[in-house]
């Protein structure tokens, strides 16, 4: 289902892997669309990729965690594409190690781009959603909310993006606004990468050891969640709200 033209999207985290496929995504379903993240060069690939496309896109340089580079990125999506409707709080890190190796700066981090991000995107973003009487927000929480090894930090942070979730659904839903959370499972991104190498196994070991684990025989792709945040943020979506999705490939415990 296709967006009116004058609804701007905001996706964090989306110079690659999940952020990047959600962006095309929603482009593709007529948004325009903030491509943020760190570093403003890194998204330029995916603006490009939309304009070519005959979708409009701008690349914003953001800190997530830090409240004034919010509030500046904010801004001037609103002030160049238009005001923000959407908001997809996909930006995340991962700073693996087991309790009693995890630093003191490895919580934080985690925390701070995940929950603290969060909270201040959405908070500068539901503005525009509530004087518009209409918006969506989708958060991406994981399986690992449910527990992982060596990722106390990350668990917590995707468990909490689950709260937060439930949270907001509550107190914006008589604004026309409804929240959701995306519980991603094995997703074929730089991440999971990084996960192969710190395991010390190749990236298709890692992928085909998962693949055996999931009902569908497969691991999923950054595709698979994009397509299931077109479907949160559409029209056709406007009765679901606080809900979190597993998209894993199978039954979650």
Not at 124 to 153: D, E, P
């Amino acid at each position: 289902m296709s967006a009116p033209t004058s609804r701007t999207a905001i996706v964090t985290g989306s110079a690659r892997g999940i952020g990047a496929a959600t962006a095309r995504k929603l482009a593709a379903d007529g948004f325009a669309v903030a491509v943020l993240d760190l570093d403003e060069a890194a998204c330029k690939p995916v603006v490009e990729e939309i304009e070519a496309a005959e979708g409009r896109a701008l690349a914003v340089g953001v800190d997530v965690s830090d409240e004034q580079s919010v509030g500046a990125a904010v801004q001037r999506v609103a002030d160049e594409l238009g005001p923000p409707t959407v908001l997809v709080n996909n930006a995340g890190i991962t700073r693996d190690n087991l309790l009693f190796k995890m630093s003191v700066a490895d919580w934080d981090s985690v925390l701070n781009v995940h929950l603290r991000g969060s909270f201040l995107m959405s908070r500068a973003v539901q503005t525009y959603m509530t004087g518009a009487k209409w918006g969506r927000i989708v958060n991406l929480s994981s399986t690992s909310a449910l527990g992982n090894r060596g990722q106390a930090n990350y668990s917590a942070a995707k468990a909490g993006m689950q709260g937060f979730t439930k949270t907001l659904a509550i107190e914006l839903g008589k604004f026309g606004v409804t929240v959701n959370a995306i519980a991603p499972g094995f997703i074929e991104t730089d991440m999971t990468a990084a996960t192969a190498e710190r395991l010390g196994v190749t990236f298709e070991q890692f992928r085909e050891a998962a693949a055996k684990q999931i009902p569908v025989a497969r691991t999923g792709k950054p595709e698979d969640i994009a397509n299931t945040v077109s479907f949160l943020v559409s029209e056709g979506a406007g009765f679901v709200s606080g809900q979190v999705i597993y998209v894993a490939g199978g039954p979650t415990d």
